[in-house]
């Protein structure tokens, strides 16, 4: 019996269009979501400084101009979208801005579409590399209640 949502996390990186193909290719929902988390400018300025709170860079866009991540995340998320449904999925796209961490967005999305199944890549990364940077697969995975497909790297 398919499941009727499945939540795809797509990132624009060959790991996430490796899950797309995955989940067309293995699962079948009603329905899937395509997502594309993004962090504004200002807050992604703020933690490459350090500093948060402080004048912001002349290259971080003004309240009156559409974030140039926002614009990113649009074209990203176009693109997951078209490869989902390429792939036979009836899927809809979703650019959410995130508020906190992209993994905590990810969750708190599949819960609020009370999605059956998360599909995310992954980079792959193991020993002391991965202890030091756990991936947004590896946090979905732990803070979801929900089953997560994580599909590796290719080889």
């Known amino acids: 019996m398919p499941a009727d949502l499945m939540l795809i996390a797509y990132d624009g990186t060959e790991n996430s269009r490796r899950a797309v193909e995955h989940a067309g290719r293995f699962l ?6 395509v997502v594309t988390a993004w962090e504004p ?13 402080v004048v912001q860079p002349e290259w971080v866009p003004d309240e009156d101009t559409e974030d ?3 614009t990113d995340a649009k074209a990203v998320n176009s693109e997951g979208l ?5 792939v036979g999925l009836n899927a809809e796209g979703r650019t ?5 961490t ?6 708190e999305v599949a819960d609020e579409l009370d999605a059956d199944i998360i599909v995310t ?13 756990s991936s947004v697969a590896d946090h979905v995975l732990r803070h979801s209640h929900r089953p997560v497909l994580i599909v590796p790297p290719g080889r």
């Open 28 to 33: 079948s929902a009603e329905r899937a979501v």
């Open 41 to 53: 400018m200002v807050r992604q300025a703020a933690r490459m400084s350090g500093l948060s709170g």
């Open 68 to 70: 140039i991540a926002l």
């Open 82 to 86: 078209d490869l989902a449904r390429s």
């Open 96 to 100: 959410i801005e995130s508020v906190t």
């Open 102 to 107: 992209i993994w905590t967005t990810i969750v």
């Open 121 to 133: 890549g992954t980079r792959g990364t193991t020993g002391l590399k991965s202890l030091l940077q």
